[in-house]
C-alpha cells in the first residue's frame, strides 16, 4: 500500500499532520500521518477518552495524499493584464 512512493515524498507525507477534535469535549488534537499508519486509537490529553479512528477512512484519506504528492502541480494560467484605460 505505501510502497509505491519514493522516499522524499513518503517523508513528506508521514510528517504531514492531521488534526483531530474529541467529540467527548471538543479538544484538538494533532498527529503524523506516520504515527496514525501505526496507531488505530488516540487519546485525547483533555479529557482522556479514547477515540477509535476508522483504518478504512485513514488508508483512503492517506492514499490521497500520497497521490497528490505524486502528481506534479497544475499549471495556473496567469492572463495578461489589460492595458489601463488613460482618463481624461
Known sequence: M??????PEMARVSAHQ???ECPQCAHQMRQTV?????NTNITCPGCGTTVRLN???LVESVEAMELAFERPPRAIGIEPRAKPVKRR
Open 55 to 57: 483504518p478504512d477512512k
Open 2 to 7: 505505501f510502497g509505491s512512493l519514493r522516499r
Open 34 to 38: 506516520g504515527w496514525l499508519k501505526l
Open 18 to 20: 492531521i488534526v483531530f
